[in-house]
């Protein structure tokens, strides 16, 4: 199996785990984004640990490697906190396309911060994507949920940040169990003091609920870094909506939520762009090859 189907089938079991996620971050209840946070990543930093010693990869990582990983873990941690507020407050497939704006999002970051060239066409399907996120945000001020909606478009915007700087590890050689557990380690410990201050009772429903979303997300961080480290976000990157497709069913079955028409409408915008990019990515890619002798 090539690199580019094994990225495939990475994303896809990565949607399905983040859709869980969202799913058992949203049954916690009211309890504070930070705390939620926490547990999450306290799951994965542990599955991570068990990785890492089982294959006995060294708790060290390239000098010039540094600055990429606290950048990954830095803006994946801000994208976990915005998400997990959206989640709680928007109806559970809004939630899940807002965030799903980060492979355009890492499109434009690719540009800004690791040089890539960027064509005409991608940042008109970029642009494109943008304006199908405002169907779902709807900013007006007659809209109670245009706070989430912008916190969630935002958390978007991080982990599309934070895809770029899993990209660059990948071809700089870090492994990914390495580069999941200093993300969980660092987000552990940004939002530990938070914890110990602001700590909210929990019912062991709550916990029990709380530690199924980090099992959900170990699996969906383990496999989306796979996945990118397999292939470039151009190549894989449309395959990461089947997400909505999980979300809406999870929010339909177990919360009786349905989207509003002016979200759906976006939803088709954004994943009509993704299309495209996908598509015009391929097609690119295929004319690079036959060019060259």
Excluded at 112 to 122: D, F, H, R, W
Excluded at 233 to 249: C, G, L, P, T
Aim: with cysteine; net charge positive; charged share 15%.
């Amino acid at each position: 199996m090539n690199k580019r189907y094994r990225g495939i089938i990475y994303i896809i079991l990565s949607a399905f785990c983040f859709a869980f996620m969202n799913m058992f971050v949203r049954m916690a209840g009211d309890l504070p984004s930070v705390q939620k946070s926490f547990f999450r990543n306290f799951v994965a930093a542990l599955f991570a640990l068990v990785i890492l010693l089982k294959d006995r990869v060294p708790f060290k990582c390239k000098k010039e490697n540094l600055i990429y990983l606290l950048l990954r873990a830095g803006f994946g941690t801000m994208g976990i906190l915005c998400n997990f507020y959206a989640v709680d407050h928007l109806v559970l497939a809004d939630a899940s396309m807002l965030n799903k704006m980060s492979p355009f999002f890492a499109v434009l970051f690719s540009f800004l911060i690791l040089k890539e060239k960027v064509t005409v066409p991608q940042a008109f399907i970029v642009a494109g994507a943008f304006i199908g996120s405002m169907f779902v945000v709807k900013p007006t001020f007659s809209n109670m949920a245009l706070v989430p909606s912008v916190i969630g478009l935002l958390g978007g915007i991080c982990a599309g940040a934070a895809y770029t700087m899993v990209r660059k590890l990948g071809e700089n050689g870090e492994k990914g169990p390495f580069i999941v557990f200093f993300f969980s380690v660092f987000s552990c410990m940004v939002t530990l003091p938070w914890l110990i201050f602001d700590y909210h009772p929990m019912t062991g429903t709550q916990l029990a609920v709380l530690l199924m979303a980090g099992l959900s997300a170990a699996g969906g961080q383990f496999s989306i870094t796979a996945a990118y480290t397999y292939a470039p976000a151009r190549e894989i990157s449309v395959y990461d909506y089947s997400q909505i497709i999980f979300a809406a069913f999870i929010g339909f079955v177990v919360f009786g939520q349905i989207p509003d028409l002016l979200s759906w409408l976006g939803y088709g915008i954004i994943c009509t762009m993704a299309v495209a990019m996908f598509i015009y990515n391929t097609r690119r890619d295929r004319r690079k090859k036959e060019i060259k002798p």
